[in-house]
């Protein structure tokens, strides 16, 4: 039996144990969901390295009980030496995946920690710098057991990291990387975590932080320099919105794919599936997923460069009626379009007072560029490998420009008051498992955790593969999954509580202020309450 955890004083959930609790933590010293959310981050960069951490981008979606609801966009723009002919020169047709080439972006996950903390002393004198990374600290300096899915990428993406010799001598113990379990320290993210909290985050941009990463950047080959941390902040934007029955739904404007994940909420909303798990279910919201996708792929990407705006998108009720017409609910569309990919790490926080935060954080891929900077024990993000060697179209490689983000924290606020924050990492998967996880629960009254547990799918390419089949998770049952192979789906089935699905969670506050909150078995993580 599947049980929903259930407080009332605060919860946080994230995919590792030891953030949670961390967040939970500030919670019971009076803290605010938004300082949860920060504390919890600053846990994960340091026990969940392969998948999040400083050096990154982030995406903040807030909701504050008066009504308001706003994001934070704490993502980094390319290098101003960033260029064509920095990448021709070096004989690139492509950015690399990996390297000092792939570290093309400013991070900006810090600025949006500070930005954060700023919206939160609006509402209560809050915590010190020392209080919110007392944990991340800790564990960077006396050490964490190294986690199974940070093991097994270790090991499998060796030879793709193998060029960093710092990342290399950061992993291995006497003899060989370290496995499952061991325990690994990283004093150097200890001591810039401890610089942060001395001199603020601020100093990360400005301070003596920024001209140790600048110049260690420099000497890995990476065109970032001083004047691209000097000039960088985090901004405060409104979400994107979409109303389907029942529900006001939330997501990030671009350059996240969150358009993509409310659009396929309003298709489906539109279709007639009435019952869960289901034909109809599955094969609707994969339809949706590519109508959706479509759209994405032409247009998404840093808003400055856009030609069509997503919120007039997802407004056009002629236009989500006509797409969502076009589907055939008993045959699959052809597939596949061009895909993305990406890992990351979703979080969620409600405090007592019912502020609600969803926020994710990201290196992009495994490990980021596997550029480790030995002087801050910071991994670079590969953000920016994204971008197009071309001199013009969608997500074309600009000095300045910011690159298309597969991120996007997901949040819902039901017409009876309750309030849902909830997403996943997952890269192309991650508007996917949204829907799965959102669907299961406010459309089909399935309970939150055991729509976060239930069997999943994804369209499209993960993890660095090339396929680009519909991967499902085995136990679902084999009549559905004939079903779908007769509909003319590519199913590949993969094994149960998969990985490649990502690892999601959510929070929801009722109106009487109960607190219920779910995490994935398929990361490390749990829901910590009080």
């Not at 490990?367 to 179209?393: C, D, K, Y």
Request: aromatic share 8%.
């Amino acid at each position: 039996m599947l049980h929903t955890f259930h407080a009332t004083r605060g919860m946080v959930t994230s995919p590792h144990h030891l953030a949670s609790q961390a967040g939970l933590d500030i919670l019971k010293k009076g803290g605010t969901a938004l300082e949860a959310v920060v504390a919890t981050a600053a846990t994960l960069s340091a026990v969940y390295p392969h998948m999040t951490g400083l050096g990154g981008d982030a995406f903040w979606l807030i909701s504050y009980p008066d009504g308001r609801t706003c994001v934070i966009d704490a993502c980094g723009a390319a290098a101003a030496k960033a260029n064509l002919a920095l990448y021709q020169n070096a004989g690139h047709t492509e950015i690399p995946w990996r390297g000092g080439l792939a570290a093309n972006s400013m991070a900006g996950t810090v600025s949006g920690w500070q930005e954060a903390l700023r919206q939160s002393a609006a509402i209560k004198l809050g915590l010190s710098l020392s209080e919110l990374l007392k944990d991340a600290i800790y564990y960077a300096e006396a050490g964490y057991a190294v986690s199974d899915s940070e093991a097994e990428l270790l090991h499998t993406k060796q030879t793709e990291l193998a060029h960093n010799q710092a990342f290399l001598s950061a992993y291995t113990g006497r003899d060989a990387l370290v496995r499952q379990g061991e325990i690994r320290r990283n004093p150097a993210l200890a001591r810039t975590l401890q610089h942060l909290a001395e001199d603020g985050l601020d100093s990360f941009y400005t301070g003596r932080i920024a001209q140790t990463l600048a110049h260690d950047l420099q000497q890995a080959g990476s065109p970032l320099s001083a004047e691209d941390f000097a000039s960088y902040r985090a901004t405060l934007t409104a979400p994107l919105q979409a109303h389907i029955h029942g529900a006001k739904l939330y997501n990030t404007p671009p350059p996240t794919q969150g358009v993509a994940s409310l659009a396929i909420l309003k298709l489906f909303d539109q279709l007639h599936a009435p019952e869960a798990e289901s034909f109809a279910h599955i094969h609707g919201l994969v339809e949706a997923t590519k109508k959706a996708f479509l759209f994405r792929n032409v247009h998404v990407g840093d808003p400055v460069f856009m030609t069509a705006c997503a919120q007039s998108f997802l407004n056009d009720a002629a236009q989500m009626k006509n797409l969502a017409s076009s589907i055939d609910m008993k045959r699959a569309m052809p597939w596949p379009a061009p895909s993305q990919q990406g890992d990351t790490t979703w979080m969620g926080a409600i405090d007592s007072n019912g502020v609600a935060v969803s926020m994710i954080q990201s290196l992009y891929f495994e490990f980021g560029s596997g550029v480790f900077l030995p002087e801050t024990g910071l991994i670079w993000q590969n953000r920016g490998s994204s971008f197009r060697l071309a001199e013009e179209g969608w997500n074309t490689l600009k000095p300045g420009r910011k690159p298309f983000h597969t991120l996007n924290p997901a949040m819902a606020r039901f017409d009876d008051g309750r309030a849902m924050v909830y997403g996943t990492m997952g890269g192309e998967g991650q508007p996917q498992t949204q829907a799965a996880s959102f669907t299961r629960y406010a459309r089909y009254g399935i309970p939150l955790q055991q729509a976060v547990t239930a069997p999943r799918w994804l369209l499209g390419r993960t993890w660095g593969a090339e396929s680009v089949s519909l991967k499902m998770e085995c136990n679902f049952s084999e009549f559905l999954i004939q079903q779908l192979k007769q509909a003319g789906h590519d199913v590949e089935l993969v094994s149960p509580f998969s990985s490649m699905m990502g690892h999601a969670g959510a929070l929801v506050r009722h109106s009487n202020g109960m607190i219920e909150g779910a995490a994935d078995p398929r990361s490390d993580g749990c829901v910590a309450a009080f």
